[in-house]
């Protein structure tokens, strides 16, 4: 579920960007509140509706007594991956959603910034360009750490089953980037750039 939410909500910082830097003066009437509630119930609705999804799928399979996920969460690869019976709908449904609810968001994301970038472009002063891009660099270093690691889950464990590499990609993808968020979005911020100078100096 929070996977999803996660990709989702990536998509949706992504279009509240493209809004402010493409079409600063609509911003207040494109981004009102209403439209942002919205925007964070259907992240939700469609979130919980896939973990059900595959929380009901699971219960159809059938497991032995006595076992233990080797992962430090119950995905559903790891999960199916125990099954005594057939799995076959259950991994068509993990490559379906995943594809489809991974690959749109990211598609969603690579089209706007193409926007963004395109719009920054046009900006004639330097400091607007450099102030452009240090707000999209945060953006982009937490969606590239978040796919990287999702993808390397989900891509490995169709070829390999060393669950030790994929407990360490998850809690990539689960801990560090949560993590990581406030830290690398709060790097445009004066205080906090002087924090790290004398940290670091």
């Known amino acids: 579920m929070f996977i999803l939410l996660q990709l989702i909500l990536l998509y949706v910082m992504a279009y509240d960007r493209f809004v402010a830097i493409c079409h600063p003066l609509h911003y207040k009437v494109n981004m009102n509140p209403k439209f942002c509630g919205l925007l964070l119930l259907t992240t939700w609705l469609l ?4 973990s059900l999804l595959h929380g009901l799928m699971v219960l159809r399979l059938s497991f032995c007594t006595d076992l233990e996920i080797p992962h430090f969460c119950c995905e559903p690869n790891q999960v199916i991956q125990l099954a005594c019976s057939d799995t076959f709908l259950n991994d068509l449904l993990i490559y379906i959603s995943s594809g489809f609810l991974g690959f ?9 910034y193409t926007k963004i970038v395109s719009s920054i472009v046009r900006i004639p002063s330097r400091g607007g360009k450099y102030k452009a891009f240090s707000t ?3 953006y982009l270093s937490v969606v590239a750490l978040f796919y990287g690691t999702v993808f390397g889950v989900y ?3 169709a070829v390999t089953q060393n669950s030790r590499e994929s407990a360490i990609a998850s809690v990539m993808y689960t801990v560090v980037t949560p993590m ?3 830290f690398i979005y709060s790097l445009r911020n004066k205080d906090i750039k002087q924090a790290l100078r004398k940290l670091f100096c």
């Open 47 to 50: 979130s919980v509706l896939n």
């Open 104 to 112: 749109i968001p990211l598609s969603g994301i690579l089209y706007l």
């Open 136 to 138: 999209c660099g945060s």
């Open 155 to 157: 891509l490995s464990s």
């Open 180 to 182: 990581l968020n406030p």
